[in-house]
């Protein structure tokens, strides 16, 4: 259910034509790589070679996501993994991802899952797997 990595890497590829062919000027430098990238060293290489030079994933090795993980989120993030290097001895959710190839690409992690900033302008649960649970806030 899938698409392998190069159908996805068209997939930028044709988007950034699209727009070219829809009259917009400036290309796009950030890209939310699709969870497929995620896993293998060579993304950054591939997020570079599709024109952009930022990108922001949600899951990495090590984090508590919930609905996916057995154990409590105090656990978390597991030693020796990407997120206690980030979240707890670098304190920050952004760093340099570097490909095999030497490319490099800005990176931000939401370290909090999905949804971030979805409720900026309001009070309430999140929406998740479909429904809304929340109140706009009067200004």
Same mark, same amino acid.
């Given at each position: 259910?899938?698409?392998d ?14 727009l ?10 950030l ?8 896993p ?13 030079d ?7 090795d ?17 030693p ?10 670098l304190? !920050?959710?952004?760093f ?8 490099q ?7 909090? !899952? ?18 809304d649970?929340?109140v706009?806030?009067?200004?």
């Open positions: 259910m899938l698409p990595t190069e159908a996805i890497l068209r997939d930028y590829a044709d988007g950034q034509h699209w070219k062919d829809n009259g917009m000027t400036v290309e796009p430098r890209g939310l790589p699709a969870r497929r990238l995620r293998f060293a060579g993304a950054a290489d591939n997020v570079g070679r599709v024109g952009l930022m990108a922001a994933i949600t899951r990495i090590g984090m508590y996501f919930i609905g996916c993980d057995y154990r409590r989120s105090v656990g978390f993030s597991l020796g993994s990407s997120a206690e290097l980030l979240a707890k001895k304190k !920050t959710a952004d340099v991802w570097c490909g095999p190839d030497g490319s690409v800005l990176c931000h992690w939401n370290p909090f !899952t999905y949804f971030q900033g979805d409720l900026l302008a309001h009070v309430g649960v999140v929406r998740w797997m479909g429904p649970l929340w706009p806030v009067a200004h």
